[in-house]
């Protein structure tokens, strides 16, 4: 049977934005799981099976309805283990929780603010109005007044990219030989600024694009075919 994924766009619903959104769709991808995105805006997101969750995604697989990406690659991994692996076994789950812990802490403040007023911009009026009241409530600052720091940020954020620079010398991907939800965690971040804004976050020449540029041909090319704002 299909699997719904709730999948959270603006007034364009080719293109999904969310970097929790990208990591459960590449989950899915991975595991070569028949999907269909169900394009959500934010004001949708509270009526999304009967208020099942605050945030998206949110899958359907049959009559069971899951939230949150590190939890919907969780039970993937359990209802389908015959299936390609997103974890490698029980240390790699624990090793992903890192990865997530080091995304969500490191690269999204940066990456967030980066392609915030950009963020807004994808934003139908009522989603607009409803993105800018409740970022700014959480920043203290107007859209404009956040995304104007990425200037004097961006050095230090791409230094921080090191732990990830380096170990590319090592290995094609954070899962080793081959990709697992620890890489989708991580190129989530960058494919949410991709789609989003046409800002440079990373530098041209440098391992963590490549690898980068590796994950967009994952799955025949499923985050490529968005394509990249202008
Ligand atoms: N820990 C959650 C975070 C999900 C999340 O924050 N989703 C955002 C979109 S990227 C959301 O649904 N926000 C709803 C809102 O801001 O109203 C996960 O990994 O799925």
């Known amino acids: 049977m299909t699997i719904l994924l709730y999948d959270l766009v603006g007034r364009d619903a080719s293109r999904p934005f969310s970097p929790h959104c990208w990591k459960a769709a590449m989950a899915l991808a991975h595991k070569g799981l028949d999907f269909r995105a169900v394009p959500t805006r934010f004001l949708e997101v509270p009526e999304i099976e009967n208020g099942a969750a605050k945030t998206v995604p949110v899958i359907r697989d049959g009559d069971k309805v899951i939230s949150d990406s590190f939890a ?3 039970y993937l991994e359990e209802a389908y ?3 390609p692996t997103l974890f490698g076994g029980e240390g790699g789950k624990a090793h992903a929780r890192f990865v997530e812990r080091w995304s969500q ?3 999204h ?3 967030g603010m ?3 007023t950009a963020l807004h911009g994808m934003q139908d009026e009522e989603n607009a109005a409803y993105f800018r009241q409740s970022r700014e409530a959480r920043f203290g600052k107007t859209l404009e007044e956040v995304t104007a720091a990425r200037d004097t940020g961006l050095a230090a954020f791409r230094a921080s990219l090191e732990p990830l620079r380096s170990m590319l010398a090592y ?4 899962g080793g030989e081959r990709p697992l939800f620890a890489d989708y965690i991580v190129y989530g971040a ?3 600024v991709r789609v989003a804004s046409p800002y440079g976050v990373l530098p041209k020449d440098d391992p963590v694009t490549a690898w980068f540029e590796r994950c967009l041909d994952l799955h025949e090319g499923m985050g490529r075919r968005v394509a990249a704002a202008a």
């Open 109 to 111: 403040p940066y990456l």
């Open 190 to 192: 960058f494919q949410w």
């Open 105 to 107: 802490l490191t690269l």
């Open 81 to 83: 283990p015959d299936l």
């Open 171 to 174: 290995q094609p991907w954070i």
């Open 72 to 74: 919907i690659a969780l």
């Open 114 to 116: 980066a392609a915030l």
